[in-house]
Nanobody, 128 residues
Framework: EVQLVESGGGLVQAGGSLRLSCAAS????????IGWFRQAPGKEREGVSC????????YYADSVKGRFTISSDNAKNTVYLQMNSLKPEDTAVYYC?????????????????????WGQGTQVTVSS
């Protein structure tokens, strides 16, 4: 059974940090890229970051560049999202998702319809 399980969300003050984890099971980890998405109330789900577990190449939304860092521990089948300098506008449910490696990343990395598997999400709330 394919599973993506997010953890690490919570409530933090503006300027603070959180580290999200996405633990994957049920599929060949390095056959997929892993992306992080977020969805705030009343808004579309948007791509935050993505990493190729094969090459280590990373992608970021402009809104999080320089503040968020994505990384992968292939031995643990886990991807992390380190979020620093958090802002109230980062408040959302954060999801991780898996995209087959045969689908090229590049500028399309943030298109959610290209991802096969999704986790249940973890809430991140940033207070001002």
């Amino acid at each position: 059974e394919v599973q993506l399980v997010e953890s690490g969300g919570g409530l933090v003050q503006a300027g603070g940090s959180l580290r999200l984890s996405c633990a994957a099971s049920g599929f060949a980890f390095d056959d997929y890229a892993i992306g992080w998405f977020r969805q705030a109330p009343g808004k579309e789900r948007e791509g935050v970051s993505c990493i190729s577990t094969r090459t280590g190449r990373t992608y970021y939304a402009d809104s999080v560049k320089g503040r968020f860092t994505i990384s992968s521990d292939n031995a643990k089948n886990t991807v992390y999202l380190q979020m620093n300098s958090l802002k109230p506008e980062d408040t959302a449910v954060y999801y991780c998702a898996a995209l087959p490696a045969y689908r090229p990343l590049g500028s399309n990395w943030s298109r959610k319809e290209r991802y096969n598997y999704w986790g249940q999400g973890t809430q991140v709330t940033v207070s001002s």
